[in-house]
């Protein structure tokens, strides 16, 4: 199972908004709608943004958001703040029964 | 507190063996389906292995299948992956991780263990 492709980095200015993408196959994201988004900073462990593609659990902000089309899922962050700057990984569960992650991206808030 | 402890990892030399545990507390262990998910170092995510509230089913990511072995005690409140014929390319942080309910997200992360695996 080869992992979802995301972009390696990405950036943005406090305020702005930045779009990061998950791109996977008919296999994966673009068969269900079991795509989520973690949020990792270094040391610490990962913590769920967004599940079933675009739904938050309780406590996280709003200023995220998640959606899909086709095989390609997307994690939105509005209204950067510094503390956004962190790692983002998009994970699927697959027709095989197992689950795929994104290779990361590294959010950098300029 | 929703919590997950895993303990269990340490240096072990390639083709050796180490049992990975992580301890549950704060909510119905046995209610939940649960995952191991590794982080290589500087590297991104792995999905390693699920197993689920029942017992079964039990899935392996194809890098570790034939040579881990996820289980569970719900008694006890305890997740376990016993590793085998261990690798230099599994040294890495092993997270234990709640799948969350009706979902396909994992919402409760351990603070993970260290495994290397070196000579």
């Known amino acids: 199972q080869s992992a979802l492709t995301q972009p390696a980095s990405v950036s943005g200015s406090p305020g702005q908004s930045v779009t990061i993408s998950c791109t996977g196959t008919?296999?994966?994201?673009?068969?269900?709608?079991?795509v989520s988004w973690y949020q990792q900073h270094p040391g610490k462990a990962p913590k769920l943004m967004i599940y079933?593609?675009?739904n938050r659990p309780s406590g996280v902000s709003n200023r995220f958001s998640g959606s899909k089309s086709d095989n390609t899922a997307s994690l939105t962050i509005s209204g950067l703040q510094a503390e956004d700057e962190a790692y983002y990984y998009c994970?699927?569960?697959?027709?095989?029964?197992?689950?795929?992650f994104g290779g990361g991206t590294k959010l950098t808030v300029l | 507190e929703v919590q997950l402890v895993e303990s269990g990892g340490g240096l072990v030399q390639p083709g050796g063996s180490l049992r990975l545990s992580c301890a549950a507390s704060?909510?119905?262990?046995?209610?939940?389906?649960m995952n191991w998910v590794r982080q290589a170092p500087g590297k991104g995510l792995e999905w390693v292995s699920y197993?689920?509230?029942?017992?079964?089913?039990?899935y392996y990511a194809d890098s570790v299948k034939g040579r881990f072995t996820i289980s569970r005690d719900n008694a006890k409140n305890s997740l376990y992956l016993q590793m085998n014929s261990l690798r230099a390319e599994d040294t890495a942080v092993y997270y234990c991780?709640?799948?969350?309910?009706?979902?396909?997200?994992?919402?409760?992360w351990g603070q993970g263990t260290t495994v290397t695996v070196s000579s």
């Open positions: 991780a709640r799948a969350a309910a009706r979902s396909g997200g994992m919402d409760v």
């Open positions: 197993i689920s509230s029942s017992f079964s089913p039990i």
């Open positions: 704060g909510f119905t262990f046995s209610s939940y389906s």
């Open positions: 994970n699927s569960y697959t027709t095989s029964s197992t689950w795929v």
């Open positions: 079933d593609v675009s």
């Open positions: 008919s296999s994966d994201v673009g068969y269900y709608n079991y």
